[in-house]
């Protein structure tokens, strides 16, 4: 069997005395959705900066394609395969959609390296079509797109532009029902592409129809990593709603009424 493109083993993140990850072991394999789930302050945001080459782990170890890796800052780790989609997504809302497609990577032509429009809206166009993306022109602003839009713009480029691993960011955070459905399609399209796709989210009804494993984060150290045949969207519910601390807490409101009577 080949090894995961990209994995964590016993990661581990401290700021001087405190501790923001521990002991995080997780694989991301090709065609494969591996969800990161877990509350506010559970330690997403600092695994997938250390993932995005944004901060060093110290403790455990990084490896890609089965050998040990350190990213020296986030350009090192896009140059490896490893393309991340921040929840501002790095567009610029004035500039064209197909401006947006190619920032910092414009075609360029003749010997005076002028920018190729053409070949950089075609490119575009086609590459968004390719991905089942309909727009009306890629030459209005993308600002004018809708959230879901606007993810799916972001999914796209990274696609187009060889990634090997990517890392969405709570990209269904702020999305209606409709609009976090075609960021969740377009999130399979990636994995069925040969991807290996890193979802962060908090929300496992978003995580459970497209995920194929699932590491649950609370606190900054692992709750368990599990294939998706291991765990049913119910018990993946309880478990990020932190289910002992609910029974504990309704069994607390049940006897408060006789607590009162006495």
Known sequence: MNAPVLEA???????????ALRDVSVPVNAGQVTCVLGDNGAG????IKILAGAHRHTEGRLLLDGAPV????????????ISTVFQDLALVPLMSVWRNFF???EPRRGPFRMLDRRTAREEARSALAGMGID????????????????????????????????ILDEPTAALGVRQAAMVLRHVAQARDRGLGV?????????????GDRFLLLKRGRSL???????????????????????????????AAPAADGD
């Open 9 to 19: 083993r016993s990661l581990g993140m401290s700021y001087g005395s405190v501790t």
């Open 44 to 47: 997403k945001s600092t695994l």
């Open 70 to 81: 350190r990213f020296t800052s986030p350009r090192d780790a896009l140059d490896r395969g």
């Open 103 to 105: 920032l910092g990577r």
């Open 135 to 166: 727009l009306r022109d890629v030459e209005q602003p993308v600002g004018t797109l809708s959230g879901g839009e606007r993810q799916c713009v972001a999914i796209a480029r990274a696609v187009h532009f060889g990634a090997r691993v990517l």
């Open 198 to 210: 890193v979802l962060i989210t908090h929300n496992p009804h978003h995580a459970h129809p497209v």
């Open 224 to 254: 368990g990593c599990f294939d998706k045949q291991d765990i049913t969207p119910a018990e993946l519910t309880r478990q990020m709603a932190g289910g002992a601390e609910l029974e504990a807490l309704e069994h607390e409101l049940r």
